[in-house]
């Protein structure tokens, strides 16, 4: 059962507040990813001036023979499935595909809210 506040909401006022929210969550999410996006470059360039020639990084574990093997062996093809997976889902929460993860889903959510607002007719007056 609904509040006694969400039910005295007139449905012209719960198309308004749908699509404010709507564009809120838009401007926010857009906001929040162009500063994720930005603060990365700043981090590339910075990485750029300071990288040396034998500066090595760490393998994953799909990058090494023996690593693949070993999950193989112990998991099987779902395991190192599970673990592409993994890795894949990973790189999505760090960087510039951070950024382009927060822009989809808060675009996600807006036209879900637009939609939503937008589904309300409100008879004439």
């Given at each position: 059962?609904a509040?006694?506040?969400l ?7 719960w ?10 969550i838009?401007?926010?999410g857009?906001s929040?990813a ?5 603060a ?5 360039r910075?990485?750029d001036?300071?990288q040396t020639?034998?500066d090595?990084t760490?393998?994953g574990?799909?990058d090494?023979r023996?690593?693949t ?5 112990y998991?099987?093809k ?5 673990e ?10 760090h ?8 822009i ?15 589904g ?5 007056n």
């Amino acid at each position: 059962m609904a509040p006694r506040f969400l039910t005295s909401i007139s449905p012209g006022r719960w198309q308004l507040i749908l699509n404010v929210l709507g564009v809120v969550i838009l401007l926010a999410g857009y906001s929040a990813a162009a500063h994720v996006w930005l603060a990365q470059d700043r981090l590339d360039r910075e990485n750029d001036g300071n990288q040396t020639a034998n500066d090595a990084t760490p393998l994953g574990p799909l990058d090494s023979r023996k690593d693949t093997r070993q999950i193989e062996l112990y998991y099987g093809k779902t395991g190192l499935l599970m673990e592409s997976w993994t890795e894949w889902a990973e790189s999505l929460t760090h960087g510039k595909r951070l950024a382009k993860t927060i822009i989809i889903l808060s675009s996600a959510a807006a036209i879900g809210c637009f939609l939503a607002g937008g589904g309300r007719r409100v008879k004439g007056n």
